[in-house]
Each structure stands twice: as C-alpha cells, then as structure tokens.
Nanobody, 121 residues
Framework: QVQLVESGGGLVQAGGSLRLSCAASGRTFSSYAMGWFRQAPGKERELVAAISRSGGRTDYADSVTGRFIISRDNAKNTVLLQMNSLKPEDTAVYYC??????????????WGQGTQVTVSS
C-alpha cells in the first residue's frame, strides 16, 4: 500500500507559479498510475492531471491543459505538479493519489491531508 504526503502549496498572485510535490512511501509506487486532484470549497474533488506508471503518458483536465505539467520520479517515489499561469479558479486543496490506469479513478478512497493552493486576483 502506498502512503502519500503532499506539499508545496501556498499563496500566489494570479499569473504566478507553484510546484507541488507528492512523496510516496512503499515499494509499489512504480506499479501505480498517479493523479493530482483538487477540491475547492463547496465543490466535488476533481482530477486535474494523471501520469502513467512509467511516466510516458500524461493527461490533463481541459481547465489546466497548457498550464500544468505532471511528472514523476520512480527512483525517488515522487510525483510533481508544476503549475504555471495560475488563476483564482485554481484555488483549492490539492491531493495526489494512486489511480487506475483504465479510467484514472482512485485505487482507494483514502486521501492525505492535501496542500492548500490559494491564488489571489
């Protein structure tokens, strides 16, 4: 089982950048596709980016395409989310999780504490 800890959030002005990091424990990290999700107040959690087990394939929500980049380092058990050109609507708590390769749904409905991203206008 993979345990995950997110970090790197903060307060940034619109147009700025942040890089989120997800540190994973466990020997099976490279066996899972990974996703970054976010949940804004009053809204459901949504997938923003996903990456295959090898890192060779990435997919993005339309709302972040061209602005966010997901990457992973299997040797370091980490998943990164580089967020550029941030907008106020990107404000949310961001989470990472292992996802199914077939549909990017979470492997387990277990979540870490997340990391808060706040974008001011």
């Amino acid at each position: 089982q993979v345990q995950l800890v997110e970090s790197g959030g903060g307060l940034v002005q619109a147009g700025g950048s942040l890089r989120l990091s997800c540190a994973a424990s466990g020997r099976t990290f490279s066996s899972y596709a990974m996703g970054w999700f976010r949940q804004a107040p009053g809204k459901e959690r949504e997938l923003v980016a996903a990456i295959s087990r090898s890192g060779g394939r990435t997919d993005y929500a339309d709302s972040v395409t061209g602005r966010f980049i997901i990457s992973r380092d299997n040797a370091k058990n980490t998943v990164l989310l580089q967020m550029n050109s941030l907008k106020p609507e990107d404000t949310a708590v961001y989470y990472c999780n292992a996802v199914r390769s077939s549909d990017y749904r979470p492997v387990k409905d277990l979540w870490g504490q997340g990391t808060q991203v706040t974008v001011s206008s």
